[in-house]
């Protein structure tokens, strides 16, 4: 089955620096990679997604890059703030859905 | 519309015990998936359900089980609780199961065990 392994899993920056989370596939058949962010106490919820056949998605301060060649995707997140402390989530689906072990972000003031 | 349902909120029960748990999926999400959350073991699968059948498992024991309604809610069960099944229990659901098509989760139930 599929392996989704995700780094780092804690990740603290200055608030507006930038933010990178990384993450690999194994399964050629995944097609859908999408992000999700689980503030404390609240649900995981859909950040942005991406699709094998782009290369690349941006909505506004948050951008998702997919290298299918290499099996890996990453999220940026540019001009951090407070609000974007959360645990982040990716996920690789294609016949069945799998998440990395998610990401600590602290966005420090 | 109305997002994913999970009832209770919150739960606590004993040591050798059993609990359900409940999931009402989004109208017309065929689809629900199980997670176990616990602290630093981010989301662990526990199983999906597509149309009242069990479609994938993941590597949990036999204790854990579940079913899906012809109206696409969910439950799961777990028997004989032990202690180290107290964690945060999220459901998602979806269409088709495979992402891309409103994969949803619902806020949890958090089981503690004592």
């Known amino acids: 089955g599929e392996n989704v392994e995700q780094h780092p899993s804690t990740l603290s920056v200055q608030e507006g620096d930038s933010a990178v989370i990384k993450c690999t596939y194994s399964?050629?058949?995944?097609?859908?990679f999408p992000w999700y962010k689980q503030e404390l106490g609240k649900r995981p919820q859909l950040i942005i997604d991406?699709?094998?056949?782009?290369g690349e998605k941006k909505d506004q301060r948050i951008a998702v890059t997919l290298n299918k060649t290499a099996k890996h995707f990453s999220l940026h997140i540019t001009e951090t703030q407070p609000e974007d402390s959360a645990v982040y989530f990716c996920?690789?689906?294609?016949?069945?859905?799998?998440f990395g072990t998610g990401t600590s972000l602290t966005v420090i003031p | 519309k109305a997002g994913v349902t999970q009832t209770p909120r919150y739960l606590i029960k004993t040591r050798g015990q059993q609990v359900t748990l409940s999931c009402s999926p989004i109208?017309?999400?065929?689809?629900v998936s199980w997670y176990q959350q616990t602290p630093g073991q981010g989301l662990q699968f526990l199983f999906e359900?597509?149309?009242?059948?069990?479609?994938n498992k993941g590597n949990f024991p036999g204790r854990f089980s579940g079913r899906q309604f012809s109206n696409s809610r969910s439950e799961m069960n777990v028997s004989t609780l032990e202690l180290g099944d107290s964690a945060l229990y999220l459901c998602?659901?979806?269409?088709?199961?495979?992402?891309?098509?409103?994969?949803?989760f619902g806020s949890g139930t958090r089981l503690t065990v004592v």
């Open positions: 399964d050629s058949a995944s097609n859908y």
């Open positions: 359900y597509f149309s009242e059948t069990q479609r």
């Open positions: 996920a690789a689906g294609g016949n069945q859905f799998y």
């Open positions: 998602a659901s979806s269409y088709s199961g495979t992402g891309g098509d409103g994969y949803t």
């Open positions: 991406i699709r094998s056949n782009v």
């Open positions: 109208s017309g999400h065929r689809s």
